[in-house]
């Protein structure tokens, strides 16, 4: 254990914490509004490849897998994957052999696109199935049929998303407050599997209310932010599911737009699947005075900039 410790502890950068010294520019916003100190927790720049809460989520699930004795991750994703890509990135780095079980079988002998050319060149083996087969992927029946054909394995959820992950993004609130120099009165993050917000929810202290943007339909209705709904005090945290921008993985003329003059404003570079829409609402959200005067609110750049590459980007 002590080697993939050490592995660990020097694989991933410091993630810096960035203060927007003009917000309201960079987000785009010509109202005038409260004064709010904005920063960017900067988790894209962990590691090229494995960055953000995908890293984040992954730490204490490599360690574990290590610890079991596997030489196998099996995991799950869309041909867009973030978790794929950097699953199959860490599993190259730490010497685990990888299998990423894709949704949807018409894509077997289709051209692979960048996310799924990068795993294959990490050694990931992919095995595309049908969308009804793939919502099979989390019962027992099925999860012994992919051992079996597979053999021993550890196998991750969809999107990484587990008790040890919520464990690794729960690491992120005390690093914010050294960085800061306290407790902020805003955490910010996208909400995709509900597991990333979970877990700062699990870690904020008393003075921290968190805040989640919903980047798809029925966000709600995810059984992690179910669990985390019930299980918050009140005041401490708060879904919102206005920004989802037409769907999962779908952008709009105005997220477009705005990604633009973010990036031109702060230098910052902005997936638009999960921080661009988190980014978008945190502005409309501001602009409507959700914020009060003078909170300090920091936003999670959740990394996921290999998205960047796809379609996504041309959805005009």
């Known amino acids: 254990m002590s080697d993939i410790l050490a592995q660990l502890a020097a694989f991933a950068a410091d993630s810096p914490l960035q203060r927007l010294v003009d917000p309201w520019a960079a987000l785009g916003l010509n109202e005038p509004v409260n004064s709010v100190q904005l920063y960017l927790k900067r988790d894209d720049r962990l590691h090229p490849q494995v960055s953000g809460n995908k890293w984040r989520k992954l730490k204490y699930n490599l360690l574990a897998a290590r610890a079991q004795g596997h030489d196998t991750l099996l995991t799950f994703g869309g041909a867009y994957s973030n978790h794929l890509y950097a699953t199959a990135a860490a599993g190259l780095a730490f010497g685990f052999q ?38 099979d992927k989390d019962n027992s029946v099925c999860q012994a049929e992919l051992i079996s054909q597979f053999g021993r394995c550890y196998i991750l959820p969809e999107g990484g998303s587990n008790e040890l992950a919520q464990q690794g993004v729960a690491e992120i609130m005390p690093e914010i407050q050294v960085q800061l120099g306290r407790a902020p009165d805003f955490v910010v993050c996208p909400v995709g599997t509900g597991s990333t917000w979970a877990g700062l929810v699990a870690a904020a202290s008393p003075q921290t209310r968190v805040l989640g943007i919903g980047v798809l339909m029925g966000a709600a209705q995810l059984p992690t932010v179910q669990a985390a709904v019930k299980a918050r005090p009140a005041g401490v945290a708060d879904v919102v599911l206005d920004y989802a921008l037409g769907g999962y993985a779908k952008t709009t003329p105005p997220l477009l737009d705005f990604i633009q003059a973010f990036e031109r404003n702060t230098g910052v570079p902005l997936d638009p699947v999960y921080t661009a829409k988190m980014l978008y609402g945190l502005s409309d959200l501001a602009r409507r005075g959700y914020f009060p005067d003078n909170a300090a609110v920091v936003a999670i750049h959740t990394g996921g900039l290999q998205g960047r590459n796809d379609r996504i980007m041309k959805g005009r």
């Open 98 to 135: 990888t299998v990423g079980i894709v949704r949807g079988d018409e894509l077997a002998s289709q051209p692979r696109n960048p996310t799924l050319s990068f795993c294959e060149s990490c050694g990931m083996r992919l095995q595309f199935v049908s969308r009804a087969a793939y919502r």
